[in-house]
Structures are given as structure tokens and as C-alpha cells.
């Protein structure tokens, strides 16, 4: 049963040092929670290996991850698939920025359709766990892009 989790976050950064930085995995991957590796491939696929816990289901997913499109500076969609023993994961990211007088706005949406032990935890707990980790990594790269934009002025 796929799943979505949206958000709108405001940057107090340009646009497309926002889009550099969303669109670059080993400067993402710093802002998200238990990545544990992250292996550039190509220009167009890279591997995370992230830890992940929902409810009382701890699991290391080995991700394939892909970009589907990139317009610099507006928009990137990703697809990533991955597993985990006993489990598996296969998502769609998209993400648009828009220009703003004090920044940028950047709008997200992932669709995710999970399989195995951790399904068995119920959308509850998943949509919990994804707004936490959301939250986390949104809030880390508003700190990092705001704290670089700060000390170029």
C-alpha cells in the first residue's frame, strides 16, 4: 500500500545553492539520521546504507538510488530501492524550489510502498518515524544552507 509524506520548508539561502546542496548525496546524506554510507556510482545513481527504526523494527537498508530528472535550479525526482532482511522499501521523491524574497521555498513529496516486517508496524508508526526523519533532515539543511548564506553576506 504506498504511502505519501509532503512538506514545505523555507530556506533563507538562494535557490540554487538549495538545489546544489538537495542534489549533492554526500552533502545531503550529513543531514540525514543513521545513513551509515553513501557510494557515488555515477552522475545518475549512488548507494545509502541507512539504519532505520520503526516501532520495536531496527533494520539496515541497502538502498539503489537514481535520479529520474533534474532541472537545475527548480526540481529533482529520485527513485530509490532497497532492502533489508525481511523487509523492503521503494520510494519516489520529487522536490520543486521556488524564489523567494527571503530565500527559497522548497515543497516535497515522497511516495513510499513498504513490504515485510516493517509494514507489519502499521502506517501510524511509518508516518510518525517519516515526519521525524523529515523533520530532522529539513531542519539540518535549513541550519547548514542559512549558516553558509549568512557568512557570504
Known sequence: MPMTF???????????????????????????????????????????????GVGPIRATFALDVSWLERVAPESARARAKGAAPGSAVNLTALMTLSELP???????????????AIASVGARLLQGTADRIANQVFACVKQKLEASAASMR
Open 6 to 52: 509532503q512538506g514545505t520548508v523555507t530556506i533563507g539561502a538562494p535557490r540554487a545553492e538549495v538545489y546544489a546542496f538537495l542534489t549533492d548525496p554526500a552533502r545531503v546524506s550529513q543531514c540525514a539520521p543513521d545513513v551509515q554510507r553513501v557510494e557515488l556510482i555515477d552522475e545518475e545513481r549512488f548507494k545509502v546504507t541507512a539504519r532505520v
Open 102 to 116: 527571503e530565500g527559497t521555498r522548497l515543497d516535497w513529496q515522497t511516495e513510499v510502498v513498504v513490504a515485510g
